[in-house]
């Protein structure tokens, strides 16, 4: 347990070095599995009013999610945006879907302040601003690393192309099972 929320605390102020151990560590995959979850328990408990059915659907919502937007951000990676021949990661071969995978989980980590989306005003700005910003600014720090890209706006190209496709895909995602409750 302590090695999770070690690595959630790097993961948080942006230790970019974090993200090549998280490659580099198979294991990591159920700490990444355990983030995206309790983001998604945070979500519900944060939503005032919100059914106890909802956390499992949030839960299965949120894995699927969370490898939909790895799979989008691996393939746009490889596909769209490989490393130039300048980048330091142009001579490496690239990260393969499973490290991509183990890294969004760890990126997820500011959702668990979805919590405190119960507190008035200040749960606005959480959920609406400050979260989303800062998971979003994770998730390009990790593909710079990930990629071996030298410039940050490659990255965050990557992962705003990774995400057109999965705004057209998500009302299907979140809409099998929720049936208005959530």
Not at 73 to 79: K, L
Request: glycine share 10%; with cysteine.
């Amino acid at each position: 347990m302590n090695a999770i929320f070690s690595r959630m605390v790097r993961a948080l102020s942006f230790d970019e070095r974090l993200y090549l151990e998280i490659a580099g560590d198979s294991s990591a995959i159920t700490q990444a599995a355990t983030i995206v979850m309790l983001g998604a328990i945070a979500q519900v408990i944060g939503l005032q009013g919100a059914d106890p059915r909802c956390f499992l659907i949030f839960m299965v919502h949120r894995l699927v999610w969370w490898i939909v937007i790895s799979v989008l951000i691996f393939i746009v990676g490889h596909r769209l945006f490989p490393p130039k021949l300048t980048d330091y990661g142009a001579n490496q071969p690239g990260p393969d879907l499973f490290k991509v995978v183990r890294v969004i989980g760890f990126t997820m980590t500011p959702r668990l302040f979805l919590i405190a989306s119960l507190v008035p005003f200040i749960g606005y700005a959480l959920r609406l601003g400050i979260i989303p910003f800062w998971w979003i600014g994770l998730m390009i720090i990790a593909v710079k690393n990930l990629f071996g890209y030298d410039q940050v706006t490659r990255a965050a190209l990557v992962v705003g192309v990774g995400f057109i496709p999965l705004m057209l895909l998500e009302p299907f995602i979140f809409a099998v099972g929720a049936g208005g409750t959530c």
